[in-house]
């Protein structure tokens, strides 16, 4: 199994500590009511095709900035008011929090309903956790591999070219309502479906600093490999497209 075509994955990852999930999603309204700012700041790097493409199916609240390795951090109280998450996604990569340069909470709108669009997110490597997916027996994460095996991204721009994607589309198969796992955003694009709205479902991105991808990359594919070889019946793999058929 190669690391470049691994497409998805569960991770290998501690548990995660409980939490009182009606007091995040508390944290998370307020959050997001505050920080208009600081996501036009991260939409920055985004194209104004990118930007037009319509109504999100998440709110976007960022836990954690510290892009150029000089804070602030740990945002809106973040820390205090969840201590045990916060030492959790500290702790569950193996790499430390110094090292990342953003943890953007993405809380699905509860008014979502049907496919959501194909896209790339900017992080090539993905490290992402679910904090929380219910029903993720009907609603859906989706991947679609790109039909050649791009070595680097290149569409994280949308609304993507769907004609540079397979046919296949594959349902992620979810280990826990609350984990840790891995998307390729370089062979393959993915998406969400929502069958049964309103259920909760709160994804995060870990975000690497501009200037530290060297450092980083090492642990993220030995994590990614080891997560893998662990869960075999859960990975999705990229293949040429005429192995499908």
């Not at 999603?25 to 600081?38: G, I, V």
């Not at 095709?49 to 809106?76: K, V």
């Not at 589309?169 to 998406?191: F, G, M, T």
Request: proline share 7%; with cysteine; aromatic share 14%.
């Amino acid at each position: 199994m190669q690391f470049e075509n691994i497409l998805y994955t569960p991770l290998d990852a501690p548990p995660m500590p409980e939490f009182d999930l009606d007091d995040l999603y508390r944290w998370l309204e307020q959050s997001h009511a505050r920080q208009d700012r600081l996501r036009k700041l991260i939409r920055r790097f985004t194209s104004e095709n990118n930007q037009q493409l319509g109504e999100y199916p998440w709110d976007i609240s960022i836990a954690w900035f510290n892009m150029t390795g000089r804070g602030p951090g740990w945002m809106e109280g973040f820390q205090e008011r969840f201590p045990g998450l916060a030492d959790h996604i500290n702790s569950c990569f193996g790499i430390p929090m110094e090292q990342f340069g953003a943890v953007i909470m993405l809380p699905m709108k509860s008014n979502t309903e049907g496919a959501g669009f194909y896209h790339q997110d900017n992080d090539w490597y993905g490290l992402r956790m679910y904090l929380e997916f219910e029903d993720y027996d009907n609603n859906d994460l989706l991947i679609r591999p790109t039909k050649e095996p791009y070595d680097q991204q290149t569409m994280i721009e949308t609304p993507v070219d769907l004609s540079l994607l397979q046919d296949r589309e594959i349902k992620a198969k979810i280990l826990d309502r609350r984990q840790c796992w891995y998307v390729n955003n370089v062979r393959a694009c993915h998406s969400t479906y929502v069958r049964v709205p309103g259920k909760r479902r709160i994804a995060v991105l870990l975000v690497s600093r501009f200037t530290n991808f060297d450092l980083v990359f090492p642990k993220i594919k030995e994590l990614v490999m080891r997560s893998a070889e662990k869960y075999p019946d859960y990975v999705i793999e990229w293949r040429p497209e005429n192995e499908n058929r």
